[in-house]
């Protein structure tokens, strides 16, 4: 069974930084693309980032880039978010999902909350 | 960027109805990478259809997908009391990866 689990959401003030985890499990997951989606408190979903399965390539949304950096570690079935320069608007639940070779995200954490406020 | 507009933006019907969800793209959607997500309250979205008409594993066959090009139609045939959510569509063949705003489904 897949499962991902996501950790590290919390409170943090305008301009600070946060790390999110997201820990594989049931899959090869050196094998997968891997994503970050936000949704914001009674909003709809934002992809924010993406990486390749060898985490060479990387995709991110305009609204985060040059803030938020995708990694992983292959070898610790762990995909990670490094955020930085928070804002309030960046405040949500970020999800990571797991891509399945062009058939849509089938696999989706269960969210980590991200409160930005000062 | 890929612009998905859905439509309505929130339907009200009665369980046993049909459901007619619609998704149009600002440009044709790569290699038919469309997809659709049910999502609950509290709940992480759940993939119904991708690759505009096949439905994912464990979804029920009252689902299904249509369209091509920009035009996209998610239908669900006969509406069960656990069908009432709010639905996205989504294409994941261009970067940025991007999710319509949602339709919402609610009960009549």
């Known amino acids: 069974e897949v499962q991902l689990l996501e950790s590290g959401g919390g409170s943090v003030q305008p301009g600070g930084s946060l790390r999110l985890s997201c820990v594989a499990s049931g899959f090869t997951f050196s094998s997968y693309a891997m994503n970050w989606v936000r949704q914001a408190p009674g909003k709809g979903l934002e992809w924010v980032l993406g990486?390749?399965?060898?985490?060479?390539?990387?995709?991110?949304a305009d609204s985060v880039k040059g803030r938020f950096t995708v990694s992983r570690d292959n070898s610790k079935n762990t995909l990670y978010l490094q955020m930085n320069s928070l804002r309030a608007e960046d405040t949500a639940v970020y999800y990571c999902?797991?891509?399945?070779f062009g058939s849509g995200w089938p696999d989706w954490g269960q969210g980590t909350l991200v409160t930005v406020s000062s | 960027e890929i612009v998905l507009t859905q439509s309505p933006g929130t339907l009200s019907l009665s369980p046993g109805e049909r459901a007619t969800l619609s998704c149009r793209a600002s440009?044709?959607?790569?290699?038919?990478?469309l997809a659709w997500y049910q999502q609950k309250p509290g709940q992480a979205p759940r993939l119904l259809i991708h690759?505009?008409?096949s439905r994912a594993t464990g979804i029920p066959d009252r689902f299904s997908g249509s369209g091509s090009g920009t035009d996209f139609t998610l239908t669900i045939s006969r509406l069960e009391p656990e069908d009432f959510a709010v639905y996205y569509c989504q294409q994941y063949g261009t970067s940025p990866y991007t999710f319509g705003q949602g339709t919402k489904l609610e009960i009549k």
């Open positions: 440009q044709s959607v790569t290699n038919t990478y």
């Open positions: 690759s505009i008409f």
């Open positions: 990486i390749g399965s060898s985490g060479a390539d990387t995709y991110y």
């Open positions: 999902a797991k891509g399945q």
